[in-house]
C-alpha cells in the first residue's frame, strides 16, 4: 500500500555554526512541524578565532583541535534545533576549513575550498541520492559574504542537485536588508556589550531580491540555545527588556531576527512564506498489513 513519507529538508553549510547562524529558526520550525531535516557539514571549523580566552590554545595556531572541540559544540547545536540527520561531507574530517580568503590556511592539503569539486560534488550527491529531499538550502553564489568555503559549498550544492531528480526546490539563505536596519534600530538605545555596525558592515541583500519569508518567532528560543552551543564562535546577548544580540569574534552586534530569509534559485510555486508551500506529499509503497 502507499503512504505518506515525511516532507524532507536537506542543508548544506560550510562550517559548525552556520546551521545556526543562517538557519537555525527555520530548521527548529521544521523539524517541530514533523520535516525530516538533514543538515550537511563540509569541514569541522577548525579555523575559527575562538572568542573564550581560556579555549585559545585549541586554535590552529597553537594545539589545532579547535574542530574536534566545534564537533561537540554541532551535537549539542543539532539536538537543541532538532536536527534528525547530521553528515559531515565525506566523513568527518574529510576536507578542512580554508579559512578566510587569502589566509595560509587556503594552502592546506585537506582545505575545502581547494579540494577536487568533482569528489565533493560526488560525495554530496550521495547523500541526496540517500535522502531524496525535496527541498535544499545553501547559500548565494557568493556565499552569503565570500568567504571561500561558502562559495564551494554553493557550487558543490548547485552541482549536485543536479543530479537528483527528487529535489524540487534550492533555496539560497540570506540576510534581509530591511530586517536588519529595522533590528538594529531596535538595539540602538541599549546598553549592548558589543558595538553597533558601521552601514554596511554586515551583509544583506535587497528585500526585493528575497521570494521566501520563514517567520521564526516561536522557535527563537530553540535557536537561541544553539547559538549558545556554539560559545567558541558566537556570543549572545538577552536584555531585561527582551532585547536580544548576538557577536561573532569581532564583536559587532547583529540582532536576532524574528524571521530568517531566502532567495528561491531552482523550483517554483508559492514559498512566499513556506519553503514547502504547495509541494504535494511525497508517497511511498509501505508493507501491507
Same mark, same amino acid.
Given at each position: 500500500?502507499m *503512504?505518506t513519507?515525511?516532507?524532507?529538508? *536537506?542543508l548544506?553549510?560550510?562550517?559548525p555554526?552556520?546551521e545556526?547562524?543562517?538557519?537555525g529558526?527555520?530548521?527548529?520550525?521544521?523539524?517541530a512541524? @514533523?520535516? =525530516?531535516?538533514?543538515?550537511?557539514?563540509?569541514t569541522?571549523?577548525?579555523?575559527?578565532?575562538?572568542?573564550?580566552? +581560556?579555549?585559545?590554545?585549541?586554535?590552529?595556531?597553537?594545539?589545532?583541535?579547535l574542530? @574536534?572541540?566545534? %564537533?561537540?559544540?554541532?551535537?549539542?547545536?543539532?539536538?537543541? &534545533?532538532?536536527?534528525?540527520?547530521h553528515?559531515?561531507? !565525506? !566523513?568527518?574530517?574529510r576536507?578542512?576549513d580554508? !579559512?578566510?580568503?587569502?589566509t595560509?590556511? #587556503?594552502?592546506?592539503p585537506?582545505?575545502?575550498?581547494? @579540494?577536487?569539486?568533482d569528489?565533493q560534488?560526488?560525495a *554530496? +550527491?550521495?547523500?541526496?541520492?540517500?535522502?531524496?529531499? /525535496?527541498?535544499?538550502?545553501?547559500?548565494? $553564489?557568493?556565499?552569503?559574504?565570500?568567504h $571561500?568555503?561558502?562559495?564551494?559549498?554553493?557550487?558543490?550544492?548547485?552541482?549536485?542537485?543536479?543530479?537528483?531528480?527528487?529535489? /524540487?526546490? &534550492?533555496?539560497?539563505?540570506?540576510?534581509?536588508e530591511?530586517?536588519?536596519?529595522?533590528?538594529?534600530?531596535?538595539?540602538?538605545?541599549?546598553?549592548?556589550?558589543?558595538?553597533? $555596525?558601521? $552601514?554596511?558592515? &554586515?551583509p544583506?541583500?535587497?528585500?526585493?531580491d528575497?521570494?521566501?519569508t %520563514?517567520?521564526i518567532?516561536?522557535?527563537l528560543?530553540?535557536?537561541?540555545?544553539?547559538?549558545?552551543?556554539h560559545a567558541?564562535?558566537?556570543?549572545?546577548? =538577552?536584555?531585561d527588556?527582551?532585547a536580544v544580540?548576538?557577536?561573532?569574534? #569581532?564583536?559587532?552586534?547583529?540582532?536576532? &531576527?524574528? +524571521?530568517?530569509?531566502?532567495v528561491?534559485?531552482?523550483g517554483?510555486?508559492?514559498?512566499e512564506?513556506?519553503?514547502?508551500?504547495g *509541494?504535494?506529499?511525497v508517497?511511498?509503497?509501505g508493507?501491507?498489513?
Amino acid at each position: 500500500m502507499m *503512504l505518506t513519507a515525511p516532507p524532507r529538508l *536537506l542543508l548544506v553549510h560550510a562550517h559548525p555554526d552556520d546551521e545556526s547562524l543562517w538557519t537555525g529558526g527555520t530548521i527548529a520550525r521544521y523539524a517541530a512541524a @514533523g520535516v =525530516q531535516v538533514t543538515l550537511v557539514t563540509c569541514t569541522l571549523g577548525e579555523e575559527g578565532e575562538i572568542i573564550p580566552e +581560556s579555549l585559545a590554545q585549541l586554535g590552529a595556531d597553537a594545539a589545532d583541535q579547535l574542530g @574536534g572541540y566545534r %564537533v561537540a559544540e554541532l551535537r549539542a547545536a543539532c539536538a537543541a &534545533l532538532g536536527v534528525s540527520d547530521h553528515r559531515y561531507l !565525506g !566523513g568527518m574530517g574529510r576536507w578542512r576549513d580554508s !579559512g578566510m580568503a587569502g589566509t595560509a590556511a #587556503n594552502a592546506h592539503p585537506r582545505a575545502f575550498a581547494a @579540494g577536487d569539486p568533482d569528489e565533493q560534488t560526488a560525495a *554530496l +550527491s550521495a547523500i541526496l541520492a540517500d535522502v531524496k529531499p /525535496q527541498v535544499v538550502v545553501t547559500y548565494g $553564489p557568493d556565499g552569503g559574504y565570500g568567504h $571561500p568555503d561558502h562559495i564551494r559549498a554553493h557550487d558543490v550544492t548547485a552541482a549536485a542537485v543536479e543530479t537528483c531528480p527528487d529535489v /524540487q526546490r &534550492l533555496y539560497y539563505a540570506v540576510v534581509s536588508e530591511q530586517a536588519v536596519a529595522d533590528g538594529l534600530a531596535a538595539l540602538a538605545g541599549v546598553e549592548l556589550p558589543y558595538r553597533l $555596525p558601521d $552601514p554596511g558592515e &554586515l551583509p544583506v541583500v535587497a528585500d526585493a531580491d528575497i521570494t521566501t519569508t %520563514v517567520a521564526i518567532g516561536d522557535h527563537l528560543p530553540a535557536k537561541l540555545r544553539a547559538l549558545s552551543a556554539h560559545a567558541t564562535q558566537v556570543g549572545v546577548w =538577552q536584555g531585561d527588556d527582551g532585547a536580544v544580540a548576538y557577536a561573532l569574534s #569581532n564583536g559587532i552586534a547583529q540582532p536576532v &531576527l524574528d +524571521s530568517e530569509f531566502y532567495v528561491l534559485a531552482s523550483g517554483s510555486g508559492p514559498v512566499e512564506s513556506d519553503l514547502f508551500g504547495g *509541494l504535494a506529499p511525497v508517497e511511498h509503497v509501505g508493507a501491507d498489513r
